[in-house]
């Protein structure tokens, strides 16, 4: 079994590119080689059986890197849908459309996190009015039961449980929480406890950026 | 649903009157194309390529599959042609657009009908086959290289221009996209619709886009050059530090 050089609760090199491809607003996030970038059209004219007169219709659409989009690809839509729609402040933009694509460039584990907070930098980018800002990250739990945070591949492939959490930025709460695999109620709260602290590192390392490209 | 919106008439009017006079909008020539980028790796298979703002991500997988009963000594090569509402507003997820199906048509014709790629190299021996962490993967065996090149026609047809922009595509009259290999043979010539063009022009295109084609396979050896270098840093570098 490989072990990993790099520290268990480490995660890997962060790179945010915003203004990725030319939309409304877009961003490339990665977590080492795992790259998802996410485009966002948006607030714009809806289909009339979408429209909902009160706020903004909210459309993900998350391409996969090979292959057509299948059942986990659908899951991953309705996971971002649903974590987006809890930040985005819908209601300012009612009876429009927010268009989110999501394309996989790369995957080397954690997907599901790089796309979360790829969207997020996306919206931001957007300028689309949000009341939170939402982080994702992943941990698995090996084998030999030690947890290792933002997983590789071959890491993911070999493992008990794997967890994806987003967080809140403001108040730190649970925003989405998914796990597969077997776990003790224990394990469960480590892997969340350590996602927590590892989510700070990417806030700390999303305020950077915005800092370094706005101000 | 979105749309992507026309160009004005005064956009219109200011575009084609330059290209009367030889001026494109961002400045190139008639027969010069964008700046191209090609970028291959980080892992097999797995290219990006920008020609000006346009991007293009491509992917290249395999898997362990039964021949077709009637081609025994073949492997299958298919190709999926994806554009997503993140390169064009008003795109519907799902249903491909006619746009889509031209491409992937072409891509159909250069590589697959026109037998690029060597599809009996594909075929395993039973119990012969190695996960990549054990052998250096066998490069794909390719037969000759076809690289398209796009025209669009304005007015009559007289006046043309190479690789044309959005805004051009958005206003033209007629367009061709001609394919031509390393052997300088013409692999594919697509001409859907558009006004009827005249022998000496189609004639004049082909001798142009054959040296557009050997400045292209020129930037994809270099290419092929720096990702191999990269590959080899990388390997060594593995060997002492794995993350």
Redesign the interface.
């Known amino acids: 079994m490989t072990s990993r050089k790099r520290p268990p609760t480490k995660l890997r090199a962060i790179t945010i590119e915003p203004n990725y491809v030319n939309r409304d607003g877009s961003a490339l996030f990665k977590f080492g080689d795992s790259a998802v970038v996410c485009s966002v059209n948006g607030p714009t004219e809806v289909k009339l059986r979408d429209e909902k007169v009160d706020k903004a219709t909210i459309d993900v659409v998350f391409k996969p890197l090979v292959g057509l989009p299948g059942t986990k690809d659908k899951t991953h839509e309705y996971i971002i849908r649903s974590t987006v729609e809890s930040v985005i402040k819908s209601n300012l933009y009612p009876r429009t459309l927010i268009q989110i694509v999501c394309q996989v460039m790369m995957d080397d584990g954690n997907i599901l996190a790089t796309a979360i907070n790829a969207t997020i930098f996306a919206l931001m980018n957007a300028g689309v009015e949000m009341k939170d800002i939402a982080v994702a990250v992943a941990c698995i739990v090996n084998q030999d039961g030690n947890i290792l945070v933002d997983p590789k591949l071959r890491e993911v492939e070999k493992a008990q449980s794997y967890h994806t959490f987003a967080f809140s930025k403001t108040t730190f709460g649970l925003l989405f929480g998914e796990s597969t695999g077997l776990f003790t109620e224990k394990q469960y709260f480590e892997c969340y406890a350590l996602c927590k602290v590892a989510a700070q590192e990417i806030i700390d390392e999303i305020r950077v950026k915005i800092q370094s490209d706005f101000i | ?3 992507e919106s026309d160009p004005s008439t005064n956009e219109r009017e200011l575009i084609l009157s330059g290209i009367k006079e030889s001026i494109r909008l961002d400045g190139r020539g008639m027969d010069d194309f964008r700046p191209l980028k090609i970028t291959l790796g ?2 097999y298979g ?1 290219s990006e390529v920008k020609l000006g ?1 346009t ?1 293009v ?1 491509a ?1 290249v ?1 395999c898997e362990v599959t039964r021949p077709f009963p009637d081609r025994p000594t073949e492997g299958i090569l298919t190709l ?1 042609t ?1 554009l ?4 064009f ?1 008003g795109l519907e ?1 799902g249903r491909p657009s006619e746009e889509e199906v031209l491409v992937s048509r072409i891509l159909e014709k250069a590589i697959r009908i026109n037998r690029a790629v060597d599809v009996e190299g594909l075929c395993i021996v039973a119990n012969e086959l190695h996960p990549v962490d054990q052998r250096n993967p066998v490069p794909l065996s390719i037969h000759h290289t076809p690289i398209c090149v796009t025209f669009a026609f304005f007015e009559n047809g007289d006046l043309w221009v190479v690789d044309p922009s959005l805004k051009e595509e958005q206003i033209r009259r007629g367009d061709m996209t001609i394919a031509i290999n390393n052997h300088k043979e013409i692999c594919v010539l697509s001409k859907a619709g558009g006004i009827p063009l005249e022998m000496s022009t189609i004639i004049q295109c082909s001798r142009l886009a054959a040296s557009k084609v050997e400045w292209v396979r020129e930037k994809i050896q270099s290419a092929i050059v720096k990702a191999s270098e990269a590959e080899k840093r990388k390997t060594s570098r593995e060997m002492i ?3």
């Not at chain 2, 997503?84 to 390169?87: L, N, Q």
Request: net charge neutral; charged share 35%.
């Open positions: 649903m979105v749309k980080p892992e797995r703002a991007k991500l992917k997988s999926n994806e997503s509402p993140m390169a507003a997820s530090i794995d993350d």
